[in-house]
């Protein structure tokens, strides 16, 4: 055999498509689709050439309510790397005209609505009027594409998710809702820390329990950060007063104040735990410079994935196919 034998190149993953034709909520995505999606996002990583036209002549209508720079730029991205184009709007969704109406004029002419938005109902809103998929950028409940790319950030560092703990220390916010609802599923057992008063919505709580039972992993709620942390392969945190919430931030901060991830926290899980956030962080609240900047911290693999990941959520939903 000649010695210049290229390396087999393994063939690109089935696409399959979203039985729910939806992504409004972390629920909307199956066990077997997030698998093939984490499969997709890592080939589409390596190999993003083979998928350089997969989407061409499908546009997309981003909305935010809120502020964004990975959101709104890897889904800009996303698109025009699959050979797309996307339109944005920045503002509030709803108040010039209703949403029913935004969502019958944008499904004429885009082939998805991504939304970024205070209230989970809009989201759900635009799902309903306007008959095309609606993809969740970031509710008040639920932020699916942030735990899509964290999912496969870990896959990639850990070679695996099957038997991973990750504890999450901070507000039982959208992301921690997220994380619980869908690293469950993937073989991930999930604990948080938050401060009283600041629990995750006890509905969602409950869902991700029977999710987790269902996938033989574990959702553990305490107030004590040390107790979660221990034995965790990952310490995940966000910023203590979200998006909306920045009113609250002078008392949060005195409630959040123990739940900071520093170095001495982190020593209390695995040796080889990684640090994850989703970002932006507020160094010197959430957590520190130092475990940011530390050679623990996979938060810039967490940010890339967001854009091969999201590529393969769009390929998934346009193009995909159930055979
Ligand atoms: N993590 C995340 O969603 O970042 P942006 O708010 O910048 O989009
Ligand atoms: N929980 C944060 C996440 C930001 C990406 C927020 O909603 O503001």
Redesign the pocket.
């Known amino acids: 055999m000649p010695s210049n034998t290229a390396r087999k190149i393994a063939e690109p993953p089935p696409v399959l498509s979203l039985a729910s034709g939806q992504m409004r909520k972390d629920q909307d995505i199956s066990v077997r689709e997030l698998r093939s999606m984490l499969d997709l996002a890592h080939d589409m990583k390596e190999h993003p050439e083979r998928y350089a036209a997969a989407l061409r002549g499908r546009y997309l209508a981003l909305l935010f309510e ?1 502020p ?1 720079l ?2 709104r730029l890897t889904f800009e991205l996303s698109i025009q790397q699959l050979g797309g184009g996307a339109v944005t709007t920045v503002g509030p969704i709803g108040e010039r005209e209703p949403v029913k109406d935004v969502a019958r004029n944008l499904a004429r002419w885009v082939n998805c609505i991504v939304a970024r938005t205070f209230a989970q109902q809009t989201v759900d809103d635009l799902a309903e009027w306007s008959g095309v998929p609606v993809v969740n950028a ?1 509710s ?1 409940l639920y ?1 699916p594409c ?1 735990i899509f790319a964290d999912a496969a950030a870990l896959e990639r560092h850990f070679g695996r998710l099957a038997g991973l703990k990750l504890a999450f220390v901070g ?1 039982g ?4 809702h997220s994380l619980m609802l869908t690293l469950t599923r993937l073989g991930v057992s999930f604990a948080i820390a938050n401060p009283a008063g600041y629990d995750p919505n006890p509905a969602i709580v409950a869902e991700a329990r029977k999710l987790a039972t269902a996938h033989g992993t574990k959702v553990t709620l305490t107030h004590d950060p040390e107790e979660a942390v221990r034995g965790s392969d990952a310490v995940y945190t ?2 203590w ?5 920045e009113h609250e931030a002078f008392e949060r901060n005195l409630h959040f104040e123990p739940y900071r991830v520093n170095e001495a926290l982190m020593h209390k899980a695995k040796k080889n735990a990684v640090f994850m956030h ?3 962080a507020k160094r010197g609240q959430e957590t520190t410079d130092g475990v940011m900047e530390s050679k623990h911290s996979i938060v810039f693999d967490q940010a890339e994935y967001r854009l091969h990941a999201q590529k393969a959520l769009l390929l998934m939903l346009l193009e995909g196919s159930n055979s």
């Not at 007063?241 to 919430?245: D, L, R, T, V």
């Open positions: 809120k964004s990975r959101t970031l008040d932020h942030q507000d916010n959208n992301v921690a966000d910023v007063a979200s998006m909306g919430q989703c970002l932006p």
